[in-house]
């Protein structure tokens, strides 16, 4: 059983940056691959970022130049830098992984004010 915590979201002004973090409850060398959704209000769930456990990542064309995904393998953590964030960045997101079956963290609320 693979438990993903995520840490990090908040509110932020547009423009500011965040970052968000993803710790699982085992090696994440076991996960592959890693990434964030996220679900705007009154969305579907919609695919973010994405990271092999080789480091190579695919990102949304909405948050190209300016979201970078990364792996920590050391503490089992992936993260998600969130710069130049704009309105339409708010949402909550979530955290997920493959292993064997896909894994959900419980979601941390992104909102960036105008």
């Known amino acids: 059983q693979v438990q993903l915590v995520e840490s990090g979201g908040g509110l932020v002004q547009a423009g500011g940056s965040l970052r968000l973090s993803c710790t699982a409850s085992?090696?994440?060398?076991?996960?592959?691959?890693m990434g964030w959704f996220r679900r705007a209000p009154g969305k579907q769930r919609d695919l973010v970022a994405v990271?092999?456990?080789?480091?190579?990542?695919e990102y949304a064309d909405s948050v190209k130049g300016r979201f970078t995904i990364s792996r920590d393998n050391a503490k089992n953590s992936v993260h998600l830098q969130m710069n130049i964030l704009k309105p339409e960045d708010t949402a909550v997101y979530y955290c997920?992984?493959?292993?064997?079956?896909?894994?959900w963290g419980q979601g941390t609320q992104v909102t960036v004010s105008s």
């Open positions: 990271i092999s456990s080789s480091g190579s990542a």
């Open positions: 085992v090696s994440i060398s076991t996960i592959n691959p």
């Open positions: 997920y992984g493959i292993s064997g079956r896909t894994y």
